[in-house]
């Protein structure tokens, strides 16, 4: 079946680690995105990228870096210097701009 | 950037109830997705709406571009409509499909 898959599910992170989350998408879409929710919050978007070998940083993309070198795949990696990095992420893709984003389960970073 | 306001925040309703969920935005938009997120954290894409009206089963939406606001249907409410209902709206001036959202209308459905 077509989907995002995200993983891992949980993650815990020791102070001073750098942690990757993994998204894959076998959609075949072109456009893809990073979101992080904290608690009662809506999301916030860290990157996207519209095609491969590009990205865009949104709005709060200090401490996280991500890269796509291919088109299904779009890894988050969150670094030590994100202080507050206990959040719920969200990987999202679309056709294109002009399209309807679908999510993947999420994954659920907390600091150890 | 631009605001993004939902309302009501919470939202409390028998099973079998309408309601009506409310979006408004501080700017023009290209593009409006309301979402549902289960209480699992899972995020479904309800509309894609820029504008104009859209009915999927006991749910619709309508969005008023101009007016600056949208609003989401939804009749006979079922317990599984239960989680919190999020407007995603995306600016004119951004090159890229950056979406921004609000924070949300919290349903509870009860039997």
């Known amino acids: 079946d077509g989907g995002i898959t995200q993983s891992p599910k949980y993650l815990f992170r020791k102070e001073g680690q750098n942690v990757t989350l993994s998204c894959e998408q076998n959609?075949?879409?072109?456009?893809m995105y990073w979101y992080r929710q904290d608690p009662g919050q809506g999301l916030r978007l860290i990157y996207y990228?519209?095609?491969?070998?590009?990205?865009q940083k949104g709005d709060i993309a200090e401490g996280y870096s991500v890269s796509r070198e291919k088109k299904e795949s779009f890894p988050l990696t969150v670094t030590s210097a994100q202080k507050n990095p206990t959040a719920f992420y969200l990987c999202?893709?679309?056709?294109?701009?002009?399209?309807?984003?679908?999510f993947g389960d999420g994954t659920r970073l907390s600091i150890l | 950037g631009i605001q993004v306001e939902q309302s009501p925040p919470d939202l409390i309703l028998q099973e079998g109830a309408n309601s009506t969920l409310r979006c408004n935005f501080s700017?023009?938009?290209?593009?409006l997705q309301w979402f549902h997120q289960n209480p699992w954290g899972q995020l479904i894409n309800l509309f894609y709406?820029?504008?104009g009206t859209k009915q999927n089963g006991r749910l619709s939406a309508t969005t008023v571009a101009t007016e600056r606001y949208s609003l989401l249907y939804i009749s006979s409410s079922q317990t599984t409509d239960s989680g919190v209902y999020f407007c995603?709206?995306?600016?004119?001036?951004?090159?890229?499909?950056?979406?921004?959202f609000g924070t949300g209308t919290s349903l509870t459905v009860i039997p």
């Open positions: 999202a893709s679309s056709i294109d701009r002009q399209a309807a984003q679908h």
């Open positions: 959609l075949n879409h072109d456009a």
């Open positions: 990228s519209q095609i491969v070998n590009d990205f």
């Open positions: 700017d023009s938009v290209n593009n």
């Open positions: 709406i820029p504008s």
């Open positions: 995603a709206v995306e600016p004119p001036r951004d090159t890229g499909n950056q979406f921004y």
